[in-house]
């Protein structure tokens, strides 16, 4: 069973930083691509990141651009986020997945981790 488990989601002030981790089990991540995706109260959720099986290809939402660092390490199975500069409309829960390229369907979503972005 595919299974992916967001970690490292909190309350943070603005201008504050908080590094996200998914880990995968049940399958390895190394053919898959690994996004980051959020949703804010009431809104859809949205992309924020994508980076590519191998780690050499890397997308981002214009909205973290310059913030949001995405990195993978396939010897551990992971994904990270590192967000900077966090500001009050980064708030929304964070669900990783795992896709068969960045722009592809998903094969797992995570269940998701709260980060607050409030002072």
């Known amino acids: 069973q595919l299974q992916l488990v967001e970690s490292g989601g909190g309350l943070v002030q603005p201008g504050g930083s908080l590094r996200l981790s998914c880990a995968a089990s049940?399958?390895?991540?190394?053919?898959?691509?690994l996004g980051w995706f959020r949703q804010a109260p009431g809104k859809e959720r949205e992309g924020v990141s994508c980076i590519s099986s191998k780690g050499g290809s890397t997308k981002y939402a214009d909205s973290v651009k310059g913030r949001f660092t995405i990195s993978r390490d396939n010897a551990k199975n992971t994904v990270s986020l590192q967000m900077n500069s966090l500001k009050p409309e980064d708030t929304g829960v964070y669900y990783c997945?795992?896709?068969?390229?960045?722009?592809?369907?998903?094969?797992?979503w995570g269940q998701g981790t709260q980060v607050t972005v409030a002072s």
């Open positions: 049940g399958f390895t991540l190394d053919y898959y691509a």
């Open positions: 997945a795992a896709r068969y390229y960045c722009s592809g369907p998903t094969a797992s």
